[in-house]
């Protein structure tokens, strides 16, 4: 069958009676469909998948290609780069058997506080949309779905299911649609409906579904919803709602056969659901009639080829387990990345491009044949997070830790000495194997174990690290158990956790350490299933003695099974930790410095309440500078932070959550083997209190978008405050000199600029060129002035080079909520054409004349 090839659909569709259609509407499980035998109709699989594709469920032994995050991927400002890592997830994907990827999330950084910051692209509707729609491109040229999620104006966690978002329809149109539009124009066969509302509509039965996603666009695909975003029956069936998920309950099903045979729901509502059903299955190769998904063909080069030869289990030397779901990774882990392995490569090639040099003064990059000692400092150096936290976490291959980066990349004469300094209060992490051994084997890990309300084993599994989220339950499944040989290397009291709802009992030795009910606070399901709550007890515990820790959660209705057994090690007095720090750096030919956020800090479920580090961090940092002028600060994060300090050190870079590869690609770009090729994709605070839009609490549940078209830069603008670091910010290892802007040319769909620039610097480099527009005088409501395109250009030392940068006509329009329909004003807009939103030099005209309106 032809994709999009109606009749069949049609005669398919008629083959089935109205509850087996509507069968098909709901889940038959967390992440299927059902099949259909009769059609030939296989379940759909799906799987979160942002910065990796998990698979259908979390298990630590199925293992994945980590890439950077999605902020990250933003700050490539690389649509080719971008599509080569879509078709990467592509490969992924049909390696374990997945159908339909969730991502890309197409939600806007609208406050810095939102949460999921890192799992979104951009503050500017163009650039997150041009991201998108490229790495939709690149997952669906393998025969896999890509999702646009989550439609829409879901841009924080706070209140995420019941919020209420009011928005004005220009503001929605202009700017948080748009990603969205930019989606379906790319081809993206599944679109997310969101928890919360908008203009007091839930998502899973707005109009917006309707308008403009499926009639003005023309989307053809599948709405799916939420994770258990669909709460009605009748109102989300009349709705442009097409498939609720998970399964298999839900408040369709049967309440929704009776729906329709009380005539509150026409049956032609249902059959164009599973009319879209099916045609997502044709392109997906799950519809026998359709034939096999396309075959895949080679990905860019430097993009992560289509190979998935790599991916089929832990790099040699790598650490298992990674960062996130498993145990952080270990700081001596070797390096991934090598040659003969593209796809760890292309994932290394891509954290470099987008790793962001936010100052430097003259210090990088180092010149390895100078080098004699390095000292690294800092616990991210050796548990560096290389992904946020929630439903877009997987169990990466292996992670390479910045220590591990460095120590592969230097040669042996020079010596690297690693203190972790000073360490701010942070949650236990799961146990893993630096210090846990499963009972029954002596492996590293833990012991699972599914009981019976009688305490007999149903199953039994080792597990490589201490956190279990979807446990096989057998029948009869009354209790979780995790086991492990906990082997302390320090004497003094360490802290143990269990994770987990409803009854819980954590025994050291035989000997209860903590017990109780502890229902759960939220029906979030990233809080329920992803990361429960810990709850912990202090035991004093002799280096060298192992003990024998059980954790035990039993199951009831509502609370989910995740289980997490958790472990920290008595803290270094921080004066001793900034002592030995100090003490190394002074020694040291250079010093690199590894801060960043916690793992509560940036995650799904909850927004941030602020975007400092630890008070710590700064009076460190500045001692360390002090102490040792050539040194670099490193900081991991997804999204933005306040830098007090970003002065006292000679540079500073941002890495991001990097994925599995981070550590070799800061090593290469330390030591000047690539150039830092990220652009801020979002405006940074220098204080939280600047930020002039910075809201995600709704207020009674509603969440007002008071500030209208003015986020990101746009807002910034009209403070009138700079910020620490504006959109496109970020230094490369050259300089350039933009020199001319020429006059716009007509093209199609709107128009082309020239710009020309010049590499002044001593070595190739790549810049990004960002043209933006102003219309002063204006009879309607702007921007200051807005993003309208950007072109990425390379150049030798000395040489010129000229971008042509695409202007889209929909970039001068502005929609009329009068008029419901995108209007032109005729006249002269201003062309501005720099590096940053913040540094525009060249100016030029363009006049509209009397194009019309559409």
């Not at 841009?155 to 748009?178: C, G, I, K």
């Not at 099903?253 to 049956?267: I, N, T």
């Not at 446990?471 to 906990?486: D, I, M, N």
């Not at 710009?755 to 204006?778: D, F």
């Amino acid at each position: 069958m032809r994709d999009g090839d109606g009749g069949e659909v049609d005669r398919l569709t008629g083959r089935l009676d109205l509850r087996r259609r509507i069968r098909l509407l709901t889940g038959a499980d967390t992440w299927r469909t059902h099949p259909e035998p009769a059609l030939g109709l296989a379940p759909l699989v799906f799987s979160d998948g942002p910065a990796g594709v998990r698979g259908p469920g979390w298990d630590a032994c199925d293992t994945s290609a980590l890439l950077p995050c999605p902020s990250a991927l933003g700050a490539l400002w690389d649509e080719d780069r971008v599509r080569g890592l879509g078709e990467l997830l592509g490969d992924e994907a049909r390696r374990k058997g997945v159908h339909v990827l969730l991502a890309p999330a197409l939600n806007l950084h609208r406050s810095p506080l939102a949460g999921r910051h890192f799992e979104c692209f951009s503050e500017d509707p163009l650039l997150a949309g041009r991201t998108g729609a490229a790495l939709i491109r690149g997952v669906q040229s393998r025969g896999v779905a890509a999702t646009a999620k989550h439609y829409v104006a879901n841009d924080s966690e706070t209140q995420r299911l019941t919020l209420d978002v009011r928005v004005e329809e220009r503001v929605l149109r202009e700017v948080y649609l748009a990603p969205f539009e930019a989606a379906v124009r790319a081809g993206v066969w599944v679109v997310m409906s969101a928890y919360n509302k908008v203009n007091g509509a839930t998502m899973s039965e707005s109009s917006l579904l309707a308008e403009p996603l499926k009639g003005e666009w023309g989307f053809d695909g599948v709405v799916v919803s939420d994770w258990g975003a669909v709460r009605s029956t009748a109102a989300a069936a009349l709705s442009a709602q097409d498939l609720v998920m998970p399964g298999p309950g839900g408040p369709w099903g049967e309440a929704l056969a009776e729906a329709v045979e009380r005539g509150d729901v026409p049956v032609a509502a249902v059959t164009e659901k599973v009319r879209r059903l099916l045609r997502l299955a044709t392109r997906v190769g799950a519809l026998a009639a359709a034939g096999p998904r396309p075959t895949p063909h080679p990905a860019p080069a430097g993009a992560g080829p289509a190979s998935t030869g790599a991916a089929a289990g832990a790099p040699a030397g790598a650490v298992p387990g990674g960062a996130g779901p498993g145990p952080r990774p270990a700081g001596g882990g070797a390096p991934a990345g090598g040659d003969g392995d593209p796809v760890r490569e292309g994932l290394r090639e891509a954290a470099a491009a987008s790793f962001v040099l936010l100052e430097n003064r003259g210090l990088l990059p180092l010149d390895s044949g100078s080098l004699r000692r390095v000292a690294v400092i800092g616990r991210h150096a050796v548990a560096p997070r290389v992904q946020g936290g929630g439903s877009s976490e997987v169990f990466p291959h292996g992670a390479v830790t910045p220590l591990a980066g460095l120590r592969a990349a230097l040669p042996d004469r020079v010596r690297i000495a690693y203190e972790p300094g000073p360490q701010p209060a942070a949650d236990p992490e799961p146990v893993g194997p630096r210090h846990a051994r499963d009972p029954a084997t002596g492996a590293p890990g833990v012991r699972l174990r599914v009981l019976d309300a009688d305490g007999a084993e149903l199953a039994a599994r080792a597990q490589p690290c201490g956190r279990v989220l979807e446990p096989e339950l057998p029948p009869g499944s009354a209790t979780v158990e995790l086991t492990a040989l906990l082997h302390p290397d320090v004497t003094g009291p360490w802290t143990l956790a269990l994770g987990g709802f409803g009854p819980l009992r954590l025994t050291v030795d035989g000997a209860a350490v903590l017990e109780g009910e502890f229902p759960p606070g939220t029906d979030d399901p990233a809080v329920i299933h992803v990361r429960p709550p810990l709850h912990t007890a202090r035991v004093h515990l002799t280096a060298g003695r192992p003990v024998r820790v059980v954790a035990r959660r039993g199951l009831a209705p509502g609370t989910g099974r995740a289980t997490v057994l958790a472990a920290a090690p008595p803290p270094v007095g921080p004066a001793r930790a900034s002592a030995a720090a100090l003490e190394a750096a002074r020694g040291a030919d250079a010093v690199v410095v590894v801060v960043g956020t916690d793992e509560g800090g940036e995650s799904e479920g909850r927004d941030r309440d602020t975007l400092r580090l630890d008070p710590g961090y700064g009076r460190f940092i500045g001692e360390i500078a002090r102490a040792n002028p050539r040194t670099v600060v490193v900081v991991n994060c997804g999204g933005p932070l306040e830098l007090p300090w970003r002065a006292a050190p000679a540079a500073v870079l941002l890495t991001w959550f990097p994925g599995q590869e981070g550590g070799a690609a800061l090593a290469d770009v330390l030591l000047g083997r690539a150039e830092p090729g990220g652009r801020l994709p979002t405006t940074w605070p220098a204080a939280l209190d600047d930020a002039p839009v910075r809201t995600t609490r709704p207020r009674r549940g509603v969440l007002p978008y008071e500030e209208g078209l003015h986020i990101g830069y746009r807002a910034w603008l009209r403070s009138g405050t700079a910020p620490a670091y504006w959109l496109g910010h970020g230094r490369g290892y050259t300089t350039w000199e933009f020199e001319e802007i020429g006059s716009p040319e007509p093209a199609p769909g709107g128009y082309e600029v020239p710009v020309l620039l010049r590499n002044t610097g001593g070595r190739r480099g790549r810049e990004v060129v960002q043209l933006h527009l102003a219309r002063p005088g204006s009879t309607v409501e702007r921007p200051a002035r807005w993003l309208a395109g950007w072109a990425a250009v390379e150049a030798d030392p000395g040489a010129a080079v000229t971008a042509r940068v695409r202007v889209p006509l929909r970039a001068l329009e502005h929609w009329s909520a009068r008029t419901r329909g995108w209007e032109l004003e005729p006249g002269r807009f201003t062309l501005l054409a720099g590096r940053t939103a913040g540094d525009l030099p060249l100016r030029s005209v363009l006049d509209t004349g009397a194009r019309r309106s559409r």
